[in-house]
T-cell receptor, first 114, second 111 residues
Framework: DGGITQSPKYLFRKEGQNVTLSCEQN?????MYWYRQDPGQGLRLIYY???????QKGDIAEGYSVSREKKESFPLTVTSAQKNPTAFYLC?????????????FGPGTRLTVL | GENVEQHPSTLSVQEGDSAVIKCTYS??????FPWYKQELGKRPQLIID?????GEKKDQRIAVTLNKTAKHFSLHITETQPEDSAVYFC??????????FGGGTRLMVKP
């Protein structure tokens, strides 16, 4: 099913809690991305990483943090500073060599704040 | 940075009719334009793409056109079927492996 896995599929967070979403890929892709999708909306970039131990903020990074300690893994932490975290979170990955590189998406994690 | 606008936001057609979704982009350096289909609760999946050195590409009932001068590209679906109902996203890809997505079009095909 594509080589990118995300877990859990559903996640519930209480107010004030930090939660971590997992993203793993076995495609040997260099770059990994996190997107947030709200109902009826497009995909907004949270963070991205093009190489191990390096990452950059996207358009809506406030209240989120990431790490990239391994090429295969790019976990996203939703901190208590993110005031409205209820959304569908999608992880993606791509090669960086070549000119035209398809982004492959994971199945997503649906986060709900209780 | 890049800005991608997509229209319409919703589109309802009768089965068998054609559907057209249009996107414009702002960065003339963008050189690759994929289209993704997302079914409810699922991941986006690539359905067709076009590179900046090509004006049109077709794959069975789906075609994409690109006008670099005007900085717009379009998705055309012919002979629509109920299983085409989904949300479609256009995107523009520029240097740095960055994709910028349009806001999406919800296509509903009525049987």
């Amino acid at each position: 099913d594509g080589g990118i896995t995300q877990s859990p599929k559903y996640l519930f967070r209480k107010e004030g809690q930090n939660v971590t979403l997992s993203c793993e890929q076995n495609l040997n892709h260099d770059a990994m991305y996190w997107y947030r999708q709200d109902p009826g909306q497009g995909l907004r970039l949270i963070y991205y990483s093009q190489i191990v131990n390096d990452f950059q903020k996207g358009d809506i990074a406030e209240g989120y943090s990431v790490s990239r300690e391994k090429k295969e893994s790019f976990p996203l932490t939703v901190t208590s500073a993110q005031k409205n975290p209820t959304a569908f979170y999608l992880c993606a990955s791509t090669l960086t060599s070549g000119f035209y590189n398809e982004q492959f998406f994971g199945p997503g994690t649906r986060l709900t704040v209780l | 940075g890049e800005n991608v606008e997509q229209h319409p936001s919703t589109l309802s057609v009768q089965e068998g009719d054609s559907a057209v979704i249009k996107c414009t982009y702002s960065d003339s350096a963008s050189n690759y334009f994929p289209w993704y289909k997302q079914e409810l609760g699922k991941r986006p999946q690539l359905i067709i793409d076009i590179r900046s050195n090509v004006g049109e590409k077709k794959d069975q009932r789906i075609a994409v056109t690109l006008n670099k001068t005007a900085k717009h590209f379009s998705l055309h679906i012919t002979e629509t079927q109920p299983e085409d109902s989904a949300v479609y996203f256009c995107a523009a890809y520029n240097a740095g492996n960055m994709l910028t997505f349009g806001g999406g079009t919800r296509l509903m095909v009525k049987p």
